[in-house]
């Protein structure tokens, strides 16, 4: 059974050029949660999304950043027209439905590491 | 304040050497800890989760006070494997967001 799988692992863009971040989930889950992590900080919470719902964006940046879980296919975080500051590393993590006595915690795809230039 | 705060070290403690960790949360409303670690450039991944009565598992134990809002991890008999940035992470109550602490760094030294 493979992990969450995410691809690229390095992505290199241009100011202003566009960023596709794809994640592909654990079998069997429904839910994908997207992470950014700045140099020397800890992981923010970006978006939660189960199958072509966005269930939760609060930590999205206002504009730029958009993300979507279709009912076929890897969930995508895209980035619009990037500038230096969005240079990270974007986790994802996936789960199964949970509730609030059956949540253990996720497991996180090896990353995107997204460096502008 | 921040939602999670840990000392970010680092610690650089002898092998064979016990080590605490120490970790504060600010919403009260919290359901759900973890202790995760992360090695250098790669995903966290989740070392345990912690409960009110106090888990273990090997040389790890893991701690919770809900009336303090806080949370320990002591690592018993460290391992030169046991070193990189461990992670303290809160979920709030009927929320499957996790909030993350910024981590604390450590380094087992032979």
């Known amino acids: 059974n493979a992990g969450v799988m995410q691809n690229p692992r390095h992505l290199v863009r241009r100011r202003g050029q566009e960023a596709r971040l794809r994640c592909s989930p654990m079998?069997?889950?429904?839910?994908v949660y997207w992470y950014r992590q700045l140099p020397e900080e800890g992981l923010k919470f970006m978006v939660y999304l189960q199958k072509e719902n966005i269930i939760d964006e609060s930590g999205m940046p206002k504009e730029r950043f958009s993300a979507e879980f279709p009912k076929e296919g890897p969930s995508i975080l895209r980035i619009q027209q990037v500038v230096r500051g969005d240079s990270a590393a974007y986790f994802c993590?996936?789960?199964?439905?949970?509730?609030?006595?059956?949540?253990?915690?996720?497991?996180f795809g090896s990353g995107t590491r997204l460096t502008v230039v | 304040r921040k939602e999670v705060e840990q000392d970010p070290g680092p610690f650089n403690v002898p092998e064979g050497a016990t080590v605490a960790f120490n970790c504060t949360y600010s919403?009260?409303?919290?359901?759900?800890f973890f202790w995760y670690r992360q090695d250098c450039r790669k995903e966290p991944k989740l070392l345990m989760s912690v409960y009110s009565s106090g888990n273990e598992d090997g040389r790890f134990t893991a701690q919770l006070n809900r009336a303090s809002q806080y949370i320990s991890l002591l690592i018993r008999d460290s391992k030169l494997s046991d070193s990189a940035t461990y992670l303290c992470?809160?979920?709030?109550?009927?929320?499957?967001?996790?909030?993350f602490g910024t981590g604390t760094r450590l380094t087992i030294i032979p």
């Open positions: 079998k069997g889950h429904s839910h």
């Open positions: 919403n009260s409303a919290s359901q759900s």
């Open positions: 993590a996936s789960s199964p439905a949970a509730g609030p006595t059956t949540f253990y915690g996720y497991t």
């Open positions: 992470v809160v979920r709030g109550f009927g929320n499957e967001k996790l909030t």
